[in-house]
Each structure stands twice: as structure tokens, then as C-alpha cells.
Nanobody, 122 residues
Framework: QVHLVESGGGLVQAGESLRLSCEDL????????VAWFRQAPGNDREFVAT????????EYADSVKGRFTISVDNGKNTAYLQMNSLTPEGTAVYYCAVCPSIEVVKSRPDYWGQGTQVTVTS
């Protein structure tokens, strides 16, 4: 089992940065590919970024390429999403999720965290 807990959300102005964290309290994160998703009010949940189980491959949504970076510290059982140059369109609840496969995690993750709110003001 996996128990994912996100943190690091908050209220920032456009152009600022935030780093989200996703800790697996069951300490099994090294077994999984990790993905971040977000859901803005009134919108469907959308894929943001993912990293493979061996941490060799990353993928990003076009809307965040060049601004967001996903990483994982297996020793700390924690995944991160560094978000730079935030825009108001980045306002959403951000979720981390895991699955053994980087292909599957983008569409059908096995486990989800509870989410953390990010609000970007103009």
C-alpha cells in the first residue's frame, strides 16, 4: 500500500515559484513512477508531469514545459514539483499519484494523494 501526502501549496503572485512535495508515508515510493496532476475549479483533472520508476524519463504537459520540474528523492520517499514562473492559470488543486508504469500513471494511477491547493494571483 501507498500513503501519499502532498504539501507546499499556497497563495503566490504571478511570476513567483512554489515547490510541492509528495511524501509516501509507507516508504515504498522507489517502486513507482510518480505523476502530478491538477484540477482547476470547473475543469477536469489534468496531467502535469511524470517521472519513471527508475527516474530516467520525465514527461511534461505542454502548458508547463520549461517552467515545472518533477523530481524524486527515493531516500526521503518524497517527490517534488518545482513550479517556476507561475501564472493565474496554474490555480488548482495539485495531486500526486503513483503506478509502477510511467505509461499507465498518466491515465490510470493506482494511488492518489489528497491534494494541495495552489492559488496564483495576477
Amino acid at each position: 500500500q501507498v500513503h501519499l501526502v502532498e504539501s507546499g501549496g499556497g497563495l503566490v503572485q504571478a511570476g513567483e515559484s512554489l515547490r510541492l512535495s509528495c511524501e509516501d508515508l509507507r516508504r515504498t515510493l522507489s517502486k513507482y513512477a510518480v505523476a502530478w496532476f491538477r484540477q482547476a475549479p470547473g475543469n477536469d483533472r489534468e496531467f502535469v508531469a511524470t517521472v519513471s520508476r527508475l527516474r530516467l524519463l520525465t514527461e511534461y504537459a505542454d502548458s508547463v514545459k520549461g517552467r515545472f520540474t518533477i523530481s524524486v528523492d527515493n531516500g526521503k520517499n518524497t517527490a517534488y514539483l518545482q513550479m517556476n514562473s507561475l501564472t493565474p492559470e496554474g490555480t488548482a488543486v495539485y495531486y500526486c499519484a503513483v503506478c509502477p508504469s510511467i505509461e499507465v500513471v498518466k491515465s490510470r494511477p493506482d494511488y492518489w494523494g489528497q491534494g494541495t491547493q495552489v492559488t496564483v494571483t495576477s
